[in-house]
């Protein structure tokens, strides 16, 4: 839907444009300059189209990645509670925890953002935020 929205609002702007400049411009200048910027839009769709395919060629290996990311985290911090780790380490390992939460809270505001979501094809929903809990009994 939102890209049906998008192509009548460029159409509309096209045809407005096309009104405004020929009356200052001949139709052999205007089809330069048209012609310029039609050449922009269609190198930037496939610029795009280019990122959406591979977002979804990687789609499952970044699921797989971030899986694993999360359960070395969540391990990590439960091994914390019974281990004597320096004080850098607890405070290294709740900058990671952190940074995972920070992530993965942008990466489903952008899977729900409906200019965004081409983008993120990973399906975020299977993803869990870390509780910071875990962290509180190691400290």
Same mark, same amino acid.
């Given at each position: ?7 009548? +609002? ?15 411009? %001949?139709?052999?200048? +205007? ?23 591979? %977002?979804?060629?990687?789609?499952? %290996? ?78």
């Amino acid at each position: 839907m939102l890209i049906v929205i998008s192509i009548a +609002l460029l159409a509309v702007l096209f045809l407005a444009l096309w009104g405004v400049f020929r009356k200052y411009y %001949s139709t052999e200048d +205007l089809s330069v300059i048209f012609g310029f910027i039609s050449g922009i839009l269609i190198a930037a769709l496939i610029v795009c189209g280019i990122i959406i395919g591979i %977002s979804e060629v990687h789609k499952e %290996s970044n699921l797989a990645s971030n899986q694993l990311r999360y359960e070395s985290l969540v391990y990590q911090a439960e091994v914390l509670q019974y281990d004597n780790f320096t004080d850098n380490g607890k405070k290294q390992l709740a900058d990671e925890i952190r940074q995972w939460n920070e992530d993965l809270a942008v990466y489903k505001h952008r899977k729900v953002n409906s200019w965004t979501n081409w983008f993120y094809r990973m399906d975020v929903d299977k993803l869990e935020f870390i509780p910071y809990d875990i962290m509180k009994a190691a400290i």
